[in-house]
């Protein structure tokens, strides 16, 4: 477990026990993705962005950044400025205007967890946690967004939210604030999700990733048996023991929607939040908002690496109480009860 910043490469790498999560800074603006995989120790990895390709950087080609907001890989994608592909946040203006551009201001790596208020989400003491917070703003309209990003000592999990704060003078709407947004080359990738009804929840269903947009949601106003909060990328090989896999699951029990995108230049877009079906939310100066947490897992070892990842930080970081690491007392299921005779 450890969060390190390269200064002179701007290059952020977060550590868990087996994988490796890098971020980095484009043009001082652009808060960019740069690889999710397995461990590696070393911050020279720039090279992964392919800066030298089309459409490179606007501060290189000085042409209008459209085809290059279309292409990149963004940590936190906005509506309006150019990416085309399924942005992760949208905010109305009282004017009616929806663009926004959040840039990259600053960061602060801290040890421990911050709590979300009213909201569930994994804990941690500063012995076994780390915290990266990105800040970043809309010049315009003022608003704060801040990326948070936690580590965990001995699993492979990267628990995710963001901050939406109004530092302006006006009043602005909130029309999506999804809580994780994830770009990479398409590998083949296939979707998986988790489907079913009473008495038969969790069956799995695996599809081939095609171009356009593939979700599982709810806007039920609870996630359900019917669509469960949880979606996987994994490549066709994938089984129990081997194959790559991408995960997230939602630490959230209402509306939500979980999204993969393949576009044309065949790279994908996985995203998770809140379902914006009948979202808006007013946001009043000096007020803040908190999105739900987003638990990201990468498995190089198939899917019981990643379920094991999942229960390892569930029951370390996220169950409380007495019995969770005791045996459980025997229930006794009473629902059917006027038809069944007990015996004792």
Same mark, same amino acid.
């Given at each position: ?249 939602? @630490? $959230? =029990? +209402? ?7 393949? %576009?044309? *230049? #065949?790279?994908? &877009? ?26 990201? @897992? $990468? =498995? +190089? ?7 094991? %990842?999942? *229960? #390892?930080?569930? &029951? ?26 007990? @015996?004792?």
């Amino acid at each position: 477990m450890n969060i390190v910043f390269d200064k002179e490469k701007e290059v952020f790498l977060l550590q868990t026990e087996r994988t490796t999560y890098g971020i980095t800074i484009v043009d001082d603006r652009y808060v960019e993705h740069l690889y999710y995989g397995r461990k590696i120790e070393d911050t020279d990895i720039r090279y992964l962005l392919r800066e030298e390709e089309y459409p490179t950087p606007p501060s290189s080609n000085r042409r209008e950044e459209v085809s290059f907001l279309n292409c990149a890989q963004m940590e936190y994608s906005e509506t309006g400025m150019g990416d085309f592909r399924e942005s992760a946040f949208c905010v109305r203006s009282t004017d009616g205007f929806r663009a926004g551009e959040l840039a990259y201001e600053g960061y602060e790596i801290q040890k421990g967890k911050p709590e979300i208020p009213g909201l569930p989400a994994t804990w941690g003491s500063e012995e076994d946690v780390m915290t990266l917070k990105i800040f970043c703003q809309d010049a315009l309209l003022r608003i704060r967004v801040t990326l948070l990003y936690s580590v965990f000592a001995g699993t492979d999990a990267i628990a995710r939210s963001v901050i939406v704060e109004n530092g302006g003078t006006e009043a602005f709407y909130l029309e999506k604030v999804l809580s994780a947004c994830l770009d990479m080359d398409d590998r083949g990738f296939e979707v998986m999700g988790l489907f079913g009804s009473w008495a038969r929840e969790r069956h799995i269903q695996r599809l081939p990733l095609g171009y356009g947009r593939q979700n599982i949601a709810s806007f039920r106003g609870e996630s359900s048996h019917q669509e469960s909060p949880f979606m996987a990328l994994a490549t066709p090989e994938t089984n129990q023991e081997v194959g790559e896999v991408y995960a997230m699951n939602f @630490v $959230y =029990s +209402g509306n939500f929607i979980a999204q993969a995108e393949k %576009s044309q *230049h #065949d790279s994908v &877009r996985m995203t998770m939040g809140i379902h914006p079906e009948g979202f808006t939310w007013k946001l009043e100066p000096d007020e803040t908002f908190f999105a739900p947490e987003v638990v990201m @897992v $990468y =498995s +190089g070892e198939g899917l019981g690496r990643m379920t094991s %990842s999942f *229960h #390892d930080l569930y &029951r370390e970081h996220l169950m409380r109480g007495p019995w969770v690491h005791r045996k459980r007392p025997g229930v006794v299921y009473k629902l059917e009860a006027p038809f069944i005779d007990f @015996v004792e």
